[in-house]
């Protein structure tokens, strides 16, 4: 269920110290020591899965219905306006903690975050073959 060499793991079992702000039997939630912006959140599971496609939906549940209190509380707490939620998976999408965790980002007007969105469009016949081909996945 845990992992002795995930920083994570180590967290939730409060093996190693973090500036807690809320705990259950399933989740802790926690700033992030490195912050994108003051306040910025952490919430994890406390069973050990790397990526999100590797939790059982009850399990993404027990985290993720805490996400709109634990945004409500961020942005009382920092004044912010708004927030991002993010949650990486893989290296490629800048994972760099082998744990689930959903990241809590507060934002401001004018604030100088941001990500390179390039938005794209398919060509005549590649969105019907996407559609298809996920939903062929889905049924797999
Ligand atoms: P990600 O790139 O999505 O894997 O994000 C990992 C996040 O974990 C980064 O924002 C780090 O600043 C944060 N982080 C790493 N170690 C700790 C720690 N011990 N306590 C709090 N946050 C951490
Ligand atoms: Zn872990």
């Known amino acids: 269920m845990s992992d002795a060499s995930c920083i994570f793991c180590r967290i939730g079992k409060g093996e190693i110290p973090s500036m807690k702000v809320f705990e259950d039997d ?48 961020v942005m009382a707490a920092t004044g912010a306006q708004a927030y991002n939620v993010l949650q990486n998976n893989g290296a490629a999408a800048q994972q760099s903690v082998g744990h689930v965790h959903f990241h809590i980002i507060p934002r401001r007007e004018g604030d100088s975050l941001g990500y390179r969105w390039p938005a794209g469009s398919y060509p005549a016949g590649r969105g019907e073959e996407l559609r298809k081909a996920v939903i062929a996945a889905l049924g797999a």
């Open 26 to 73: 399933a989740t802790l939630a926690f700033l992030d020591i490195n912050p994108l912006a003051e306040g910025h959140l952490l919430i994890i599971p406390k069973v050990h899965r790397e990526r999100l496609e590797e939790m059982s939906p009850d399990e993404v549940a027990a985290v993720t219905r805490h996400l709109p209190r634990l945004g409500r509380a």
